[in-house]
């Protein structure tokens, strides 16, 4: 079954850290672009960065300089590392595809997993 698992969510305070990783399952990530998407309660799902197949990035303008997304084909996975974190940053945190080159990011498919949660607070 193809699928993509997200992890690394958690708890944190405001400045700290943490690195979500997006591991795929059934199929390769070389030909894909990837993203991260994000909702918070009570709130529409919003794009938050996206990866092309080549390497080039987007970013929100709320995440950018404080999120950083990367991937590795071989471990078939795609990070989003984010530092500064910030109360507004809590939300349950979804990879999928994703369009490249595209401001506003927006999903490149209607498949979306489970999500992993991510808490910023003190």
């Known amino acids: 079954q193809s699928q993509l698992v997200e992890s690394g969510g958690g708890l944190v305070q405001p400045g700290g850290s943490l690195r979500l990783s997006c591991v795929a399952s059934g199929f390769t990530l070389d030909s894909l672009a990837i993203g991260w998407f994000r909702q918070a309660p009570g709130k529409e799902r919003e794009g938050v960065s996206c990866i092309s197949s080549i390497g080039s990035t987007e970013y929100a303008d709320s995440v950018k300089g404080r999120f950083t997304i990367s991937r590795d084909n071989a471990k078939l996975t795609v990070y989003l590392q984010m530092n500064n974190l910030k109360p507004e940053d809590t939300a349950v945190y979804y990879c999928?595809?994703?369009?490249?080159?595209?401001?506003?990011?927006?999903?490149?498919?209607?498949?979306w997993g489970r999500g992993t949660l991510v808490t910023v607070s003190s």
């Open positions: 999928t595809m994703c369009r490249p080159y595209s401001i506003p990011i927006v999903a490149g498919g209607d498949y």
